[in-house]
């Protein structure tokens, strides 16, 4: 099982509490598959992979855990390479799909941050498309970052032929590599502060050593004495 729960409110919960929690520790978590296996025929591993969902279903479904988990600010989610022909219907993979990635996910649930593919070494991409036409195609539908193409030089070299031919802008490219650079940033900026956080914690337990509050706590505590609470100490070295 790859999900909280069969019930979109409580996976919600669920995602939002786990997204908090990992962006708190420094750690960048990922939303996935977008826009969900719940319902889905296939394994994209091997093959084809289609949920027959409207785009009313997968809002008021599917859509929710993953709106919950735009809501907490997860930087990334990855686009499951799911064929939607009842809600897109453009027969292609939501990891190719411009209905998908851009109009849906950016679009109606708003998400700004890094859309990261499914693996394109699956059979659901690599046995209908070659590496670097799906590359391409990747980023014209609004990715951000290939994951394991299966010919990375291929892939690689398809999305700057792409560029040079006008085929994808320059500054579609730009965007992309603004939000890694943002997500990346974000979480400098995250354990910078926790380390400041750290910093005046230790601070504080330092001054407090020093303190004669902490002599008599410690004396008895550790040694057993009996103090009154006004008593001084002089310590030299």
Known sequence: HRSFSSDPEVCAQMVSAEVTAMLQAGTLPCAKHFPGHGDTQGDSHTGAVTSLRTADDLHSCEYVPFKAAIDAGCPFIMVGHIQTPTAAGDGLPATLSRVMITEALRGRLGFTGVVISDSMSMGAIAQNFEPEDAAVRFVQAGGDMLLMPPDPWAAHQGIIDAVNSGSIAESRIDESVSRII???????????????AEEQRLEYMIEYAKSDEYRVQYAREKLGLVLPDDIKFDITD
């Open 182 to 196: 943002a997500a990346k940033q974000a979480a400098l900026d995250e354990q910078y502060a926790a380390l400041q």
